[in-house]
């Protein structure tokens, strides 16, 4: 679990994942590197399910790319205006299809793996600022949150038909969002709303909600494997908390200096550990 900080018991795991990784540095030694014009702004990565693909969500260049693993070598590529400001990109269970959140084109799109072909897209002011995707564990659904008009939708896969669709006020901005592993919940965050919401699949009912200066700027969220928990990084009280689901009760929490900015959380496949990102630290850490 995460523990609270006592005394430095958090930095002494920091210390030695890094002791670890000073020791065997070929866990991180370079495989393969892309750079240039043609990744300018690259934003939102994902590997496809069988780990032959890695796709690429290039912001700035307004492009979606798929390389193969580990050579990074091209295997197709779309760009151009309905791609403006590429923001996530997310590989469906199966491998076969790949969806994308364009920001300032207002759209969001499926497309075949590898060839990159449209399946089918939606778009408009009812997509304004699509900034996160996620797929549902059996690929039957995809979620949107819209960070612009504060609104998450479920729509059908491959169609994109919608499902359910909710618009809250309390959220000013939805940033992100993420099924549980049984899919029966969706994980919604508002940085603006300070609140972190748990909705059912598929209608989007409220079941639980977190709210206040704990959650200042709430933004990374992640399930542990096994779905009791759920983990939030809020970007302005640098904060990590831990939570059960579905009733978000507190399990445990780290704030401070440490995590200034803390915007990306993401569990090991064991649950074992928490990986965090702070975005104003310069820092990644890892906790148990």
Not at 47 to 62: E, N, R
Not at 235 to 256: I, K
Request: glycine share 8%.
């Amino acid at each position: 679990m995460l523990y609270p900080p006592q005394g430095d018991s958090v930095r002494e795991v920091v210390r030695e994942v890094i002791r670890y990784f000073t020791i065997y540095p070929v866990y991180l030694q370079r495989v393969a590197r892309v750079s240039g014009d043609d990744w300018d702004g690259a934003w939102g990565v994902a590997f496809s399910p069988d780990g032959k693909y890695l796709a690429v969500a290039s912001g700035v260049a307004d492009a979606v790319e798929i390389m193969s693993v580990p050579s990074l070598e091209r295997v197709s590529r779309v760009s151009g205006d309905d791609w403006d400001n590429v923001k996530k990109v997310a590989f469906s269970p199966d491998g076969n299809y790949l969806a994308v959140a364009c920001y300032f084109s207002y759209a969001v799109e499926i497309m075949t793996v590898p060839d990159l072909t449209r399946v089918s897209r939606v778009s408009g002011d009812d997509y304004t600022h699509a900034n996160d995707i996620a797929f549902s564990p059996d690929g039957n659904y995809l979620a949107v949150a819209c960070y612009g008009i504060s609104t998450v939708e479920i729509m059908t896969v491959p169609d994109l038909q919608r499902v359910s669709r909710v618009s809250d006020a309390d959220w000013i901005y939805a940033a992100e969002v993420a099924f549980s592993p049984d899919g029966k919940y969706l994980a919604v965050t508002s940085p603006g709303g300070d609140l972190v919401d748990l909705l059912t699949v598929p209608d989007l009912q409220r079941v639980a909600r977190v709210s206040g200066a704990d959650w200042d700027g709430a933004w990374g969220v992640t399930f542990s494997p096994d779905g009791k928990y759920l983990a939030v990084a809020s970007l302005m009280s640098d904060a990590v908390e831990v939570m059960t689901v579905p009733d978000l009760q507190r399990v445990a929490r780290v704030s401070g200096a440490d995590w200034d900015g803390t915007r990306n959380v993401a569990f090991s496949p064991d649950g074992k550990y928490l990986a965090v990102t702070s975005q104003y630290a310069d820092a990644f850490e890892l906790m148990v």
